[in-house]
């Protein structure tokens, strides 16, 4: 069974960057066909898809956040890490990592981590 | 950048009914469009991918249509356990605004 579990601070101060961590658990980061994105949701708002990294290490950004979005492999901890720069309060969200399905053509993302949640206030 | 937009924002239905929510791309996207159900504080569902092809586990009478730049999301019969917020997603990124299903 596939699952997918997010860490990282609850709370970051305007200006900083924030860090998180997105453990899978029964595969493999380097599966061929494994892909896994960050999704973020502001309070009482809608979905926002942020970056997504594949097996082989191509990476996809968010045209509007590009510029303060990391996203990489960690092989050794089975682990997907965003970070994000300068943090500002408007990205106050809960922040969700999930697979996209190996089986679909268009990338529905069919395995969620339960979210974390993240605000940003000093 | 693609553009996804829903229609309605919101709907009120009663328990049996048949609804349809919609969502229009701002080009040409194919098949590639997903659609998920959210729960208040729960993660997203995959409920149809591919444009029509219903999720493993997911119940039949949720369906899916459309191709290119029109896309619509039917429930019919509607049970209790379906009032939730309603989201399609272009490929792996934009998300539409989200239809919020509410009982009348």
């Known amino acids: 069974q596939v699952t997918l579990k997010e860490s990282g601070p609850a709370l970051v101060k305007p200006t900083q960057t924030l860090t998180l961590a997105c453990t899978l658990s029964?595969?493999?980061?380097?599966?061929?066909?494994?892909?896994v994105s960050w999704i973020r949701q502001p309070p009482g708002k809608a979905l926002e898809w942020l970056a997504r990294?594949?097996?082989?290490?191509?990476?996809f950004y968010s045209t509007s956040l590009k510029t303060r979005l990391t996203i990489s492999k960690d092989t050794s901890k089975n682990q997907v890490v965003l970070t994000m720069t300068n943090m500002d309060p408007v990205d106050t969200a809960t922040y969700y990592c999930?697979?996209?399905?190996?089986?679909?053509?268009?990338?529905?993302?069919?395995?969620w981590g339960q979210g974390t949640t993240v605000t940003v206030s000093s | 950048d693609i553009q996804m937009t829903q229609s309605p924002s919101s709907l009120s239905a009663s328990v049996g009914d048949r609804v349809t929510i919609t969502c229009r791309a701002s080009?040409?996207?194919?098949?590639?469009l997903n659609w998920y159900q959210q729960k208040p504080g729960k993660a997203p569902k995959l409920l149809i991918h591919?444009?029509?092809t219903l999720q493993s586990g997911v119940p039949s009478r949720f369906s899916g249509s459309g191709s290119g730049t029109d896309f619509t999301l039917t429930i019919n019969s509607l049970q209790p356990e379906d009032f939730a917020t309603y989201y399609c997603?272009?490929?792996?990124?934009?998300f539409g605004q989200g239809t919020r299903l509410e009982i009348k």
């Open positions: 999930a697979r996209a399905s190996p089986v679909t053509t268009s990338y529905g993302m069919d395995v």
């Open positions: 029964g595969i493999s980061i380097n599966t061929t066909e494994m892909r």
């Open positions: 080009q040409n996207i194919f098949m590639y």
């Open positions: 990294i594949d097996w082989d290490d191509d990476k």
């Open positions: 591919s444009a029509s």
């Open positions: 997603q272009q490929s792996y990124s934009t």
